[in-house]
């Protein structure tokens, strides 16, 4: 069963404004924590962001934050006032015992 | 100062061929890690070291046989190899176990002809 669930397979943002990339996860651990990793053209994985399953308060990380919802197992990830260079490919994960990644989510900002 | 380095950056070679890929951390991390990204950007673990111990070892052919001589490093070989695995293949480290941010290498880019 798909443990990471991204509906997104790709999205288009105009520059300046905020995005949101949706995530759900599935897991019968009570402790488990949730990232956000950025794969641009180049191909490099870029750590973003992190939330754990016991933190109460939403992590922000500069324009990042992650919306979590822990009874609805949703991290959605926000991007506030996009840019060019966000154009990239974004991966939700979930480590409970291991990483297990999502399909990921291709954002394009327009100028 | 790269954290996660990894060599050589692209790799092509003909079936049958064996062939390794090298990582190397300097963050003083213990644990270290294997990824496989599919053509589709899937990404799946493949093994996992702690402390040069095999902590990770999921469904993967035994052609792919990992080696840690010390923490700091943890090397990929690949008997073999087959048509299917082109793919580009991440070395990661992180602080611990579990829940620990992992950081990425820049990946290697198999193409097996």
């Known amino acids: 069963a798909q443990k990471i669930t991204q509906t997104q397979p790709g999205m288009f943002v105009q520059e300046k404004e905020a995005v949101t990339l949706d995530c759900t996860y599935d897991?019968?651990?009570?402790?488990?924590?949730l990232f956000w990793y950025k794969q641009p053209s180049s191909g490099e994985m870029i750590f973003l962001i992190y939330?754990?399953?016991?933190?109460?308060q939403n992590a922000t990380e500069g324009r990042y934050s992650l919306n979590f919802q822990k009874a609805r197992k949703s991290a959605n990830l926000v991007i506030s006032a996009s840019q060019l260079g966000d154009s990239a490919m974004y991966f939700c994960?979930?480590?409970?015992?291991?990483?297990?990644f999502g399909a990921g989510t291709t954002v394009t900002v327009r100028a | 100062d790269t954290a996660v380095s990894q060599t050589p950056k692209y790799l092509v070679t003909q079936m049958g061929n064996d062939k390794s890929i090298k990582c190397e951390q300097n963050?003083?991390?213990?644990?270290m890690y294997w990824y496989k990204q599919d053509s589709k950007k899937f990404l799946k673990i493949m093994f996992s070291?702690?402390?040069?111990?095999?902590?990770i070892n999921e469904t993967v052919p035994n052609r792919f046989s990992p080696k840690s001589p010390d923490k700091a490093h943890l090397n990929l070989h690949i008997n073999s190899l087959e048509l299917g695995d082109s793919a580009v293949y991440f070395c990661?480290?992180?602080?611990?176990?579990?829940?620990?941010?992992?950081?990425f290498g820049p990946g290697t880019r198999l193409t097996v002809l």
């Open positions: 990661a480290s992180s602080q611990g176990r579990g829940q620990d941010t992992q950081y």
């Open positions: 897991t019968s651990d009570q402790s488990y924590g």
């Open positions: 939330q754990g399953s016991y933190d109460e």
């Open positions: 994960a979930m480590d409970d015992y291991k990483l297990s």
């Open positions: 963050l003083g991390h213990d644990t």
């Open positions: 070291y702690n402390n040069k111990e095999l902590i």
